[in-house]
């Protein structure tokens, strides 16, 4: 994969599209888009403003969220990085290996706040097609509903199980790709699922 390219592309529809909160696709180091074995895939960064010291494309080296410092934490002790590392600990491998990003890589503060979303989601599920057929990761991971139905629909994704997470009526997701395996999780900085107990069994059936 040509991933200057796929840098410039996005660059290029981010200017199109007139947005000023900045824009960050990967989580992790550029050399995932190689040889990846999982990926995780949340929906689009967000924020009221830029943040400076993000890379926008992927990280120089290692993990955003082992290494970044978010929402006035230390790095990598936010509620959601601790939660996302717990998910990489459960899968087993180290976070800067996983192919870690957004489905849009478009800034805004909600996804309702998202100019345009359709188009941007449109775009998203674009480059992501092209980037996992080239990766091939054995077991994709998605958070949060749009990024689920976004992703499950892309691959074509089948034998869909729900698995209730003893959450209310919450339910994650799995199911087969022609590659290999797909989950689809709740958000999990509103549904704190990794380390909660009575979550346990629900993520044994997810992650068998």
Do not use: C
Not at 175 to 183: E, I, N
């Amino acid at each position: 994969m040509d991933e200057k390219s796929l840098n410039l592309k996005i660059e290029r529809e981010y200017k199109m599209r007139g947005d000023d909160l900045g824009w960050r696709f990967l989580y992790s180091p550029v050399d995932v888009l190689k040889k990846a074995q999982v990926a995780f895939i949340g929906l689009n960064p967000g924020g009221n403003k830029k943040p400076t010291g993000h890379a926008e494309f992927a990280t120089v080296s290692g993990s955003a969220y082992e290494h970044e410092s978010w929402t006035g934490h230390p790095p990598g002790e936010s509620p959601l990085q601790q939660q996302v590392l717990a998910l990489f600990e459960r899968v087993g491998v180290p976070p800067e290996q996983v192919l870690a990003g957004n489905l849009v890589p478009f800034r805004s503060p909600t996804w309702a706040k998202l100019k345009d979303s359709k188009k941007a989601m449109a775009f998203g599920k674009k480059i992501w097609k092209e980037v996992l057929e080239n990766t091939k990761p054995e077991l994709i991971i998605t958070m949060g509903r749009e990024s689920q139905n976004a992703v499950a629909d892309l691959l074509n994704v089948s034998s869909i199980q729900k698995v209730t997470v003893s959450w209310g009526n919450i339910a994650a997701t799995k199911g087969k790709y022609k590659y290999g395996r797909f989950v689809g999780l709740p958000h999990l900085s509103r549904f704190g699922i990794m380390m909660r107990p009575e979550s346990t069994s629900a993520l044994d059936s997810l992650f068998s």
